[in-house]
Antibody, heavy 120, light 107 residues
């Protein structure tokens, strides 16, 4: 069955970068886009961006302009999300999620989440 | 950005009740709306996509309706497992946006 397995929790200092991985299994990796969503403690869900695992093309929310980089490694069925210039407000659980369509649909499978804590 | 507004923010109900959650978009999103259920410490779970299509494996007591800018999620007979937080999400236009959530509590 479909699984998205994310890398483990991270603690970072302000100004640093974090790189989170999301390894897919149980389906054809190149056929489904992947989204990134984050959730600050006690808060709602915030869409960060989307990547085409096959072509590598991306789109992201303006809130993260210049700070987010999404990449893909088809050889390992893994997508990565790097967030740079971290600040305390970036403390959140970060999720990858599969698009059930072809980049324009709802999210049918989610990773388990990766907690990123930004603290000096 | 398209704003998604859910109401109510908190809903108290009992097992067996029928409940409805409303989601309003700041502009038309046609039928490109999803509903998710989230429990503490867990990832969201897709319940409804394209406003009214039930995701595979989701109990039929969940239903969605609406189009344009106004949508509802209904649960016909609440079960103990249904007490959670519910989010609507538009996927008509980037950036995709979520409602602020509705916490469904046991009365």
């Amino acid at each position: 069955q479909v699984h998205l397995v994310q890398s483990g929790a991270e603690v970072k200092k302000p100004g640093a970068s974090v790189n989170i991985s999301c390894k897919a299994s149980g389906y054809t990796f190149s056929s489904y886009y992947i989204h990134w969503v984050r959730q600050a403690p006690g808060q709602g869900l915030e869409w960060m961006g989307i990547i085409n695992p096959s072509g590598g093309d991306t789109s992201h929310a303006q809130n993260f302009q210049g700070r987010v980089t999404m990449t893909t490694d088809t050889s390992t069925s893994t997508v990565y999300m790097e967030l740079s210039s971290l600040r305390s407000e970036d403390t959140a659980v970060y999720y990858c999620a599969r698009d059930r369509g072809w980049g324009g649909s709802a999210f049918d499978y989610w990773g388990q989440g990766t907690l990123v804590t930004v603290s000096s | 950005d398209i704003q998604m507004t859910q109401s109510p923010s908190t809903l108290s109900a009992s097992v067996g009740d029928r409940v409805t959650i409303t989601c309003r978009a700041s502009q038309s999103i046609r039928s490109w709306l999803a509903w998710y259920q989230q429990k503490p410490g867990k990832a969201p779970k897709l319940l409804i996509y394209k406003a009214s299509s039930l995701e595979s494996g989701v109990p039929s007591r969940f239903s969605g309706s609406g189009s344009g800018a106004d949508f509802t999620l209904s649960i016909s007979s609440l079960q103990p497992d249904d007490f959670a937080t519910y989010y609507c999400q538009q996927y008509d236009t980037y950036p995709y946006t979520f409602g602020q959530g509705t916490k469904l509590e046991i009365k």
